[in-house]
């Protein structure tokens, strides 16, 4: 099992960059499948990247690609998603999720873990 806490949101404006961080329990984070999901409010939850368990191969949602960046520091048990260039619509309540089977990168119902979220506002 896995406990992960996301850091690093806040009221920015647009244009400007962020980066959150999502901390991870366990000595065996290596073995999770991570990636960032985001809500706004009166919407659905909505996939943003994923990172495969070695970091090697990252996976984004069309809105934020060229513009966000997923990694993860397995040493120090640790993703974190650099947000650049940001936007008003992606102003969200930005959720960190793990997984440690095979399935998709890209469905929430695939991660049984899940941080309690940071909220992230873009003012334009």
């Known amino acids: 099992q896995v406990q992960l806490v996301e850091s690093g949101g806040g009221l920015v404006q647009a244009g400007d960059s962020l980066r959150l961080s999502c901390a991870a329990s366990g000595r065996t984070f290596s073995q999770y499948k991570v990636a960032w999901f985001r809500q706004a409010p009166g919407n659905e939850r909505e996939f943003v990247a994923a990172?495969?368990?070695?970091?090697?191969?990252?996976y984004y949602a069309d809105s934020v690609k060229e513009r966000f960046t997923i990694s993860r520091d397995n040493a120090k048990n640790t993703v974190y998603l650099q947000m650049n260039n940001l936007k008003p619509e992606d102003t969200a309540v930005y959720y960190c999720?793990?997984?440690?089977?095979?399935?998709?990168?890209?469905?929430?119902?695939?991660?049984?873990?899940w941080g309690q979220g940071t909220q992230v506002t873009v003012s334009s």
């Open positions: 990172s495969s368990r070695s970091g090697s191969r990252t």
């Open positions: 999720a793990a997984q440690g089977v095979i399935g998709s990168y890209y469905s929430e119902y695939e991660y049984p873990y």
